[in-house]
């Protein structure tokens, strides 16, 4: 329920009023308005809240969409209509801007437009494989399916990129600690060890505390200029990586460099073949499922080898000739798909690829962790021998000259 505020003419004496109501929808709250006598000439949502998340569209999470479909799945298949199952869902969900959404495709379709159509206007919160999936639903009359499908998919895609990400954590959280503890060395101990030679005619630093000073100098005198240089440069390397040519190189990148290539090419490979196997199984056709699929896999390389074998299928080429040989694809996904195209068994051979990769990034990212490990202590090794050296020669240095008794 929201909050509406209105302006609206008395249709008897024509005197403009402001008022406010409150409504499931904008269009339940003009039904109100007219009732009372009143002609509604604007209606604007009131719930600041509400009303910020809906201009902002801001991102509903995976787990929330992933409730949604499951839910209204169910009590679509348990026999409710589809607009007293929306509302159902509407009164057990949380977040505030699928509950924006929801309000406004409940009205969308007791207007008379279709569900996808609706969650269309969402781009930002719905992409086109839970929109594609949602009219094949509705144009086959297995939406409960169609939704299920999507709780389905969604759920094996948001595991696989936490996985990812949970494999991502550890090496920088170490990383992050690593560089604080030299920070703290290099502006706090070494400019003691610099103090104790000044007083030492002849004395002469080695020169590998030298170097570390000129940094520590520079740190903590012109610190502002380490931050603005670091927040500059943040601010830089994101805006190229979301410019084309930045998204291109780190999309190959993600495709090319070790270790983490083959992880993202399984990555790659799993999101195909899931993304595949449910718009097939919904009965999306297949040159539609491609161009669908070649947003889902959100690499741009991997895309463009889709879109041009789909171009090659329209032409009469079999799928799995098509990406047969593309440096872009691992040489199973055509494999199983040549096992598919043979059998009539497209579906159920996508299936089987998508859950051979997800098992294969679980491995990927075991093998990852195993070489990131003795990596992190090399490294760890070799800064500590600098920072020790950096702070033990000058001390050995006076030791062996006899200036500390």
């Known amino acids: 329920m929201f909050t509406f505020s209105y302006i609206a003419r008395n249709t008897e004496t024509g005197q403009k009023i402001k008022a406010e109501v409150q409504a499931e929808s904008e269009?339940?709250?003009?039904?109100?308005?007219?009732k009372e006598g009143y002609a509604p000439l604007e209606i604007k949502v009131k719930n600041n809240d509400v009303n910020w998340f809906t201009k902002k569209f801001k991102k509903v999470k995976t787990k929330d969409k992933v409730i949604f479909a499951r839910q209204l799945s169910t009590l679509i298949n348990a026999g409710l209509p589809l607009v007293q199952s929306m509302r159902s869902v509407l009164a057990q969900t949380k977040n505030k801007s699928l509950q924006a959404i929801l309000v406004n495709v409940i009205a969308d379709i007791e207007s008379g437009k279709q569900m996808n159509v609706s969650f269309a206007k969402y781009p930002l919160v719905f992409n086109q494989v839970f929109i594609n999936l949602i009219a094949a639903g509705e144009t086959s009359g297995t939406l409960d399916t169609a939704l299920e499908r999507i709780a389905n998919q969604q759920e094996k895609d948001a595991e696989i990129i936490s996985k990812v990400r949970g494999a991502m954590i550890y090496p920088i959280i170490v990383m992050i600690v690593m560089v604080a503890v030299v920070i703290f060395m290099i502006i706090s101990v070494?400019?003691?060890?610099?103090?104790?030679y000044k007083g030492i005619p002849g004395a002469q630093l080695p020169l590998v505390t030298r170097a570390l000073l000129v940094v520590s100098h520079f740190i903590t005198k012109r610190w502002y200029i380490v931050i603005f240089i670091l927040g500059f440069g943040t601010f830089l390397t994101t805006k190229w990586a979301n410019t084309l040519g930045g998204k291109r190189i780190l999309d190959k990148l993600k495709m090319r460099a070790w270790p983490i290539g083959p992880l993202f090419m399984k990555v790659y490979m799993a999101r195909?073949?899931?993304t595949g196997t449910t718009l097939v199984g919904t009965g999306v056709p297949l040159i539609q499922m491609l161009?669908?699929?070649?947003?889902?896999?959100?690499n741009m390389h991997i895309e463009k080898s889709i879109l041009d074998a789909t171009e090659k299928v329209k032409g009469g080429k079999a799928l799995s000739s098509s990406l047969l040989g593309d440096p872009n694809f691992l040489e199973f996904v055509p494999q199983m798909l040549k096992i598919g195209e043979d059998s009539?068994?497209?579906?159920?051979?996508?299936?089987?690829?998508?859950?051979?990769?997800e098992k294969e990034v679980d491995n990927q990212i075991k093998a990852i962790s195993t070489i990131i490990e003795p990596v992190l202590m090399i490294l760890m090794g070799i800064m500590a021998i600098i920072i020790v050296a950096a702070v033990l020669l000058p001390i050995y240095g006076l030791v062996g000259k006899d200036v500390i008794k």
Request: net charge negative; hydrophobic share 50%; proline share 2%.
């Open 272 to 274: 195909f073949a899931r």
């Open 344 to 357: 009539g068994a497209i579906e159920q051979m996508l299936e089987k690829t998508a859950d051979y990769y």
């Open 291 to 298: 161009q669908i699929t070649a947003k889902a896999v959100d």
């Open 27 to 34: 269009q339940a709250a003009a039904r109100l308005i007219q």
């Open 190 to 196: 070494l400019p003691q060890v610099e103090s104790l």
